[in-house]
């Protein structure tokens, strides 16, 4: 009984010492780049857009910041770096990874009156406060749900 309560505190040890080394840790420099490339986005979109249906190469830029260490901190900086439609990228990121979604929707709607968006081969500005309301219904989850199916 000794033996399984000193492994077990060595392990308790070893994962709270790996949980430290993860947060001292920078976000990913792949994460930074696509954050930074992100930051200058002229539309949101999630999907299949224009004639040949093709995932834009911003929402490529979104998946690779959110796969990456650190999201949270990256959608936060992206939030305070970014055009009207790169912080609603953030936003979404933000909802995602549990991030200050909530006091960056209420700056977001006070700051910007409209978001340029594509949706198939529609383009259009959209009220920001309509945007921040289909991210709080869960758009993004279902966004998310739908193309896992169609990556299988």
Do not use: W
């Not at 000193?6 to 993860?22: E, K, M, N, P, T």
């Not at 995932?55 to 999201?71: Q, Y």
């Amino acid at each position: 009984m000794k033996r399984f309560g000193r492994i077990l505190a060595l392990g308790l040890i070893l994962g709270a010492l790996a949980f430290v080394i993860y947060q001292l840790r920078p976000p990913s420099e792949a994460g930074q780049k696509a954050m930074a490339q992100l930051a200058g986005a002229q539309t949101f979109s999630l999907g299949a857009v224009g004639p040949g249906g093709s995932i834009s190469k911003d929402e490529d830029l979104f998946f690779a910041v959110l796969a990456s260490r650190h999201s949270s901190q990256l959608f936060g900086d992206l939030f305070e770096r970014g055009t009207p439609e790169a912080r609603l990228y953030a936003l979404c990121g933000l909802r995602l990874t549990r991030g200050d979604f909530e006091g960056c929707a209420k700056r977001f709607t006070r700051d910007c009156s409209t978001v340029s968006t594509v949706s198939g081969c529609i383009g259009r500005d959209i009220a920001a406060s309509e945007m921040v309301s289909a991210i709080r219904e869960g758009m993004v989850e279902q966004y998310l749900h739908f193309r896992h199916k169609l990556t299988r």
